[in-house]
């Protein structure tokens, strides 16, 4: 197995730019006969479990155990490396998009999730972090926005979004989303192309905001739109786009399939969920491909998302 440690990406010159680029992956996979893809979309929640709201409740009130959230973190990444690969609550992906992929953060307890899940899974990965402006501290939101537990403007760490493949990148591009409501948050897309069986495939891992409305997650999906629009050959459009209500998930659907897009997963679909609050946030669209098979791959306590993924058909050019 050829093994490429941790290394830098070519930037176009400034900090937000750069993406991080490595590789566990065999240096023989052959993707010549390749007719269909498996991918997955997993807001990993720098794999700290589950309990968001309980989790939040509990910090407020002083019961914290920082000294163990390494070794938390370490078992989680295990547990999703073992469900991403044994095939019992989804196939394994080729490609997987992961979002809130931190690195380095005090909350992660210090792990590169996306480098540490690549070498587990033996994948190729592109990592993106969000570049927060100089000054910008977390303010409270909405109540049921303000759970999250913010990374300190203080510590180095980052969060940001990756997309780990078994097969190799033949490229990879941030797309910066436009924002307004967070500005300590900034949001982003991560593109991906890849060569299969003589075609090109490309693929967008999108984290939109919660803190946006209806009209401003549209504006982020259009900055995505823009760049897929004169790409030939199948797109991919997936990641956690936090439709946080059936209203949002009808006009964020039809937005896409207005723009050619079609999903298998029917609205409403649960992604996400907190005690018996259920949530349809997560997603998988395709241009120039149908759907083979989907699914949710569900109790699994690694994050409070669950991983979405779809079997596209390379060659129903739907």
């Given at each position: 197995?050829?093994?490429?440690?941790?290394e830098?990406a070519k930037?176009?010159?400034d900090?937000a730019?750069?993406?991080?680029?490595?590789s566990?992956?065999?240096?023989n996979?052959d993707?010549?006969?390749?007719?269909?893809?498996?991918v997955?979309s997993?807001?990993?929640?720098?794999?700290?479990?589950?309990?968001l709201?309980?989790?939040?409740?509990?910090?407020?009130?002083?019961?914290?155990r920082?000294?163990?959230?390494p070794d938390?973190?370490?078992r989680?990444?295990?547990?999703?490396?073992?469900?991403?690969?044994?095939?019992?609550?989804l196939?394994?992906?080729?490609?997987?998009?992961?979002?809130e992929?931190?690195?380095?953060?005090?909350?992660?307890?210090?792990?590169?999730?996306?480098?540490?899940l690549?070498?587990?899974?033996r994948?190729?990965y592109a990592?993106?972090?969000?570049e927060?402006?100089?000054?910008?501290?977390?303010?409270?939101n909405?109540w049921?926005l303000?759970f999250?537990?913010?990374?300190?403007a203080?510590?180095?760490g980052?969060t940001?979004?990756?997309?780990l493949?078994?097969l190799?990148?033949?490229m990879?591009?941030?797309?910066?989303l436009p924002f307004?409501?967070?500005?300590?948050?900034?949001?982003l897309a991560l593109?991906?192309?890849?060569?299969?069986?003589?075609?090109?495939?490309?693929?967008f891992?999108?984290?939109?905001?919660p803190h946006?409305?209806?009209?401003?997650?549209?504006?982020?999906?259009?900055?995505?739109?823009a760049?897929?629009?004169e790409?030939?050959?199948?797109v991919?459009?997936?990641?956690d786009?936090?439709?946080?209500?059936?209203?949002s998930?009808?006009?964020v659907?039809?937005?896409?399939?207005?723009?050619g897009f079609h999903?298998?997963?029917?609205?409403?679909t649960?992604t996400?969920?907190s005690?018996?609050?259920r949530?349809h946030?997560?997603?998988v669209?395709?241009?120039?491909a149908?759907?083979?098979r989907?699914?949710?791959?569900?109790?699994?306590?690694?994050?409070?998302?669950?991983?979405?993924?779809?079997?596209?058909d390379?060659?129903d050019?739907?």
């Open positions: 197995m050829a093994t490429i440690e941790r830098r930037t176009l010159g900090a730019s750069e993406i991080e680029m490595g566990f992956a065999p240096s996979t993707v010549s006969e390749f007719r269909t893809l498996v997955a997993y807001n990993i929640r720098y794999c700290v479990g589950s309990h709201i309980s989790g939040s409740l509990c910090r407020r009130i002083g019961l914290k920082p000294g163990r959230r938390l973190v370490s989680h990444l295990e547990k999703a490396a073992t469900a991403l690969s044994d095939g019992e609550r196939p394994p992906p080729m490609i997987l998009a992961l979002q992929a931190d690195k380095e953060t005090t909350r992660a307890g210090a792990h590169h999730i996306a480098h540490e690549a070498r587990k899974l994948m190729h990592y993106a972090a969000s927060t402006p100089p000054g910008a501290e977390p303010k409270e909405e049921y303000d999250e537990e913010h990374i300190s203080t510590e180095n980052k940001g979004v990756a997309i493949s078994r190799p990148f033949a990879v591009e941030r797309v910066e307004a409501e967070c500005a300590w948050r900034p949001r593109a991906a192309t890849f060569q299969i069986a003589g075609r090109d495939v490309h693929l891992n999108s984290h939109i905001d946006a409305d209806t009209a401003g997650q549209l504006e982020q999906h259009e900055a995505v739109l760049r897929a629009r790409l030939a050959g199948p991919i459009l997936l990641g786009f936090n439709t946080l209500s059936k209203r998930c009808l006009v659907r039809e937005f896409l399939e207005s723009r999903t298998p997963f029917p609205t409403g649960a996400w969920r005690g018996p609050i949530l946030t997560d997603w669209f395709v241009r120039g149908s759907v083979k989907f699914g949710v791959a569900r109790r699994l306590s690694v994050s409070d998302h669950w991983p979405v993924w779809a079997e596209i390379l060659n050019q739907t």
